[in-house]
T-cell receptor, first 114, second 112 residues
């Protein structure tokens, strides 16, 4: 496996379900990110982890809960979501968070909330 | 007013055309400017990266930054069907690290 891998690629859940999105990076990077991508809207930064410490939390509702157990893995735990949370959730990694450089994105997890 | 404005398109051009994609922004502190390309059902990938004003060329792609006008452009020469994708501009300020502000993306289709 190379690059940034996200699972599952597609997820359908009811508003009362609990599910998790998983991201794994094989690039030896120190920073990992969750983005939300909705149609006709800019990419929305949700969370950033640098060396497993959360450094950004952009006013994201508590029904989204991130977890970074080590520098290679990132999770997004989902519970009691709303239909407006349906979107493509992208994971990304970079060498560092504080130095501007290239973000490497996964292919995304397409979430549909019924 | 959005920090970064980008026409979502779609933009349809014939093969071989020169394509111009643009973003305007409001924050004069932005110093780093990027273009990401996103194919359907894929994640974005970095295409061009420039710092401050000026031009940068890479093959058929040229990125241009005009800080005085708060305007950036991506030109694609001799466009190919394989260039069909959504192009996202992104930018940040010195000290902003990788906390990027993205445009909405412009969907480009290059027709045979």
């Amino acid at each position: 496996e190379t690059g940034v891998t996200q699972t599952p690629r597609h997820l359908v859940m009811g508003m009362t379900n609990k599910k998790s999105l998983k991201c794994e990076q094989h690039l030896g990077h120190n920073a990992m990110y969750w983005y939300k991508q909705s149609a006709k809207k800019p990419l929305e930064l949700m969370f950033v982890y640098s060396l497993e410490e959360r450094v950004e939390n952009n006013s994201v509702p508590s029904r989204f809960s991130p977890e970074c157990p080590n520098s290679s893995h990132l999770f997004l735990h989902l519970h009691t979501l709303q239909p407006e949370d349906s979107a493509l959730y992208l994971c990304a990694s970079s060498q560092e968070f504080l130095n501007t450089g290239e973000l490497f994105f996964g292919e995304g997890s397409r979430l549909t909330v019924l | 007013q959005k920090e970064v404005e980008q026409d979502p398109g779609p933009l349809s051009v014939p093969e071989g055309a020169i394509v111009s994609l643009n973003c305007t922004y409001s924050n004069s502190a932005f110093q780093y400017f990027m273009w990401y390309r996103q194919y359907s059902r894929k994640g974005p990938e970095l295409l061009m990266y420039t710092y401050s004003s000026g031009n940068k060329e890479d093959g058929r792609f040229t990125a241009q930054v005009d800080k005085s006008s708060k305007y950036i452009s991506l030109f694609i020469r001799d466009s190919q069907p394989s260039d069909s994708a959504t192009y996202l501009c992104a930018m940040t300020f010195t000290g902003g690290g990788n906390k990027l502000t993205f445009g909405t993306g412009t969907q480009l289709k290059v027709e045979l």
